[in-house]
């Protein structure tokens, strides 16, 4: 059974930086898709970035681009994702998500295990 567990969220002020981590178990993790989301309450949740499996590929949701960078170490089984001169909208629980379909995507449905969610709340 696969297991994502976030960590790394909390409280900072706009312009300041978090680095969330995901720790996965439970499968071949270098074989999966690693991507992050994001949802505030009553909206929707929506991709942020995600990982090819050695790291070499990423893409990015166009409201993080150049201030977000996603990375994976397969020998800990963990990716991150580094945020930067964060802003009050990034403010949403984030979750990391493996997808085991084999292609890089952005839906949300395509993604087959998530974690519980880390709060990341930005202060103005």
């Known amino acids: 059974q696969v297991q994502l567990v976030e960590s790394g969220g909390g409280l900072v002020q706009a312009g300041g930086f978090l680095r969330l981590s995901c720790a996965a178990s439970?499968?071949?993790?270098?074989?999966?898709?690693m991507a992050w989301f994001r949802q505030s309450p009553g909206k929707e949740r929506d991709f942020i970035a995600a990982?090819?499996?050695?790291?070499?590929?990423?893409i990015y949701a166009y409201s993080v681009k150049g201030r977000f960078i996603i990375d994976r170490d397969n020998a800990k089984n963990t990716v991150y994702l580094q945020m930067d001169n964060l802003k009050p909208e990034d403010t949403a629980n984030y979750y990391c998500?493996?997808?085991?379909?084999?292609?890089?995507?952005?839906?949300?449905?395509?993604?087959?295990?998530w974690g519980q969610g880390n709060q990341v709340t930005v202060s103005s």
């Open positions: 998500a493996e997808d085991h379909n084999g292609h890089i995507t952005t839906r949300v449905d395509e993604y087959d295990y």
């Open positions: 439970g499968a071949s993790f270098d074989n999966y898709i």
């Open positions: 990982v090819s499996w050695l790291g070499g590929s990423s």
